[in-house]
């Protein structure tokens, strides 16, 4: 069975400030996908990041960065110099290897973040 | 403007109401979704189509009913509600490629409340 958890509820910063969110998976997988995504008030989940278990390159985009190590089985997600606009719900997700049909995220509860000014 | 559209976005119905929330995704995309998202809880994946194909159906209710009449169309046929199933119902689509890659675009999600 696969899970993903995300410790972090709810997380409060002041716009400028740094921040990371945490991501933990459990997975019997070897080859698996690691994702994030981003549910801002209006409600549709958007599409930030895929990575594959083969690849522990940590990756940069804009004020976004992503830090995957398969020792501990986390995928944290941090956000450089925080902005208003970032708040937002962000969501970690795992599929697997399944081919029977679709492809099925297990996604995490979720971290509620807010930017204040 | 998103690729996948949900109508309606808001729905209050009683328990013995018959309603059905409906998923358009112009992406030419051939697998939908339907996940289900309460409050605290991780999204709950109900309901899986590739190429038209019912795929997944993960232990939902029978008052929930699935319809995919063509790849760019999803219905959730919702009877008989209970007031635990209120939740923000998201659809989703990808293409499927066998090698179970993710990435799927969502909609805004239909917010039901069952008084």
């Known amino acids: 069975a696969q899970k993903v958890t995300q410790a972090q509820t709810e997380i409060s910063v002041v716009e400028k400030e740094d921040v990371t969110l945490d991501c933990v998976y459990e997975?019997?997988?070897?080859?698996?996908?690691l994702f994030w995504y981003k549910q801002p008030p209006s409600g549709e989940l958007v599409f930030l990041i895929r990575?594959?278990?083969?690849?522990?390159q940590n990756e940069i985009s804009g004020r976004y960065s992503w830090n995957f190590q398969k020792s501990t089985s986390s995928f944290n997600f941090t956000i450089t110099a925080s902005q208003v606009v970032d708040s937002a719900v962000y969501f970690c997700?795992?599929?697997?290897?399944?081919?029977?049909?679709?492809?099925?995220?297990?996604f995490g509860t979720g971290t509620q973040l807010k930017v204040e000014l | 403007e998103t690729g996948v559209t949900q109508t309606p976005r808001h729905l209050v119905m009683g328990m013995t109401n018959k309603k059905s929330l409906k998923c358009e995704q112009h992406?030419?995309?051939?697998?939908m979704y339907w996940y289900k998202q309460s409050a605290k809880k991780p999204l709950e994946l109900m309901f899986v189509?590739?190429?038209?194909?019912?795929?997944e159906n993960n232990s939902v209710p029978s008052r929930f009913s699935p319809e995919c009449p063509n790849s760019s169309h999803l219905f959730l046929h919702l009877h008989t509600l209970q007031p635990e199933d209120s939740a923000l119902y998201l659809c989703?689509?990808?293409?499927?490629?066998?090698?179970?890659?993710?990435?799927?675009?969502f909609g805004e999600g239909s917010r039901l409340t069952v008084l």
């Open positions: 997975t019997r997988d070897t080859t698996y996908y």
């Open positions: 992406l030419g995309h051939n697998a």
């Open positions: 990575r594959n278990s083969f690849d522990e």
């Open positions: 989703a689509s990808s293409q499927q490629s066998g090698l179970n890659t993710g990435e799927l675009f």
């Open positions: 997700a795992l599929s697997g290897t399944d081919t029977g049909g679709g492809n099925k995220l297990t």
């Open positions: 189509y590739s190429l038209e194909e019912r795929v």
